[in-house]
T-cell receptor
Framework: SQQGEEDPQALSIQEGENATMNCSYK?????LQWYRQNSGRGLVHLIL?????REKHSGRLRVTLDTSKKSSSLLITASRAADTASYFC???????????FGAGTTVTVRA | DTGVSQDPRHKITKRGQNVTFRCDPI?????LYWYRQTLGQGPEFLTY????????KSRLLSDRFSAERPKGSFSTLEIQRTEQGDSAMYLC???????????FGPGTRLTVT
């Protein structure tokens, strides 16, 4: 079974708009990460937020984490066609660092 | 290119055949992970190695699955007597000692007919 759930399952936006997706998880975590996957390809690491952090930025990405609600959000600002991909949140809970992924949000950015 | 590589990228096999996949991690990474991803789902953890030691196996990894990492370098994942339900993308990832950020390979897409 998977740890997290992303919401929405799919998102379609116009180029230049912001995209926001949410992730909820079930058990306590050590870190939460967001990954991007282009169609049929491997995953690319985007950003990691530790359990004691509340917000993190990287370029056009902003991630928030609310451990009391067991939820995280990923905001992509000023979206581009190249941002079209599936986005997954992944959590790890301990020393083995194995990741538990959600089912992902598919983002389509229309030119 | 010093990223994680996987071979083959695609494999089509008939039910009942054995298949073996290879993963070459980033050279200085001592942790190596295998995940399986089916269509429309996120990756699911299968197993992981620290150096040559296999430290954990998921319940998803039936007796037909075996993974090795001889000498702590590349890893192989073998599936014996493949079934149609084994059709999936098999992803390999590696990380350094701290293990937080995992670097994924392009995956091997298995189709069992």
């Amino acid at each position: 079974s998977q740890q997290g759930e992303e919401d929405p399952q799919a998102l379609s936006i116009q180029e230049g708009e912001n995209a926001t997706m949410n992730c909820s998880y079930k058990t306590s975590i050590n870190n939460l990460q967001w990954y991007r996957q282009n169609s049929g390809r491997g995953l690319v690491h985007l950003i990691l937020i530790r359990s004691n952090e509340r917000e993190k930025h990287s370029g056009r990405l902003r991630v928030t984490l609310d451990t009391s609600k067991k939820s995280s959000s990923l905001l992509i600002t000023a979206s581009r066609a190249a941002d079209t991909a599936s986005y997954f949140c992944a959590t790890d809970g301990g020393v083995d660092y194995k990741l538990s992924f959600g089912a992902g949000t598919t983002v389509t950015v229309r030119a | 290119d010093t990223g994680v590589s996987q071979d083959p990228r695609h494999k089509i096999t008939k039910r009942g055949q054995n298949v073996t996949f290879r993963c070459d991690p980033i050279s200085e990474h001592n942790r190596l992970y295998w995940y399986r991803q089916t269509l429309g789902q996120g990756p699911e953890f299968l197993t992981y190695f620290q150096n040559e030691a296999q430290l954990e196996k998921s319940r998803l990894l039936s007796d037909r699955f075996s993974a090795e990492r001889p000498k702590g370098s590349f890893s192989t994942l073998e599936i014996q007597r493949t079934e149609q339900g084994d059709s999936a993308m098999y992803l390999c990832a590696s990380s350094n000692e701290q293990g937080y950020e995992q670097y994924f390979g392009p995956g091997t897409r298995l189709t069992v007919t």
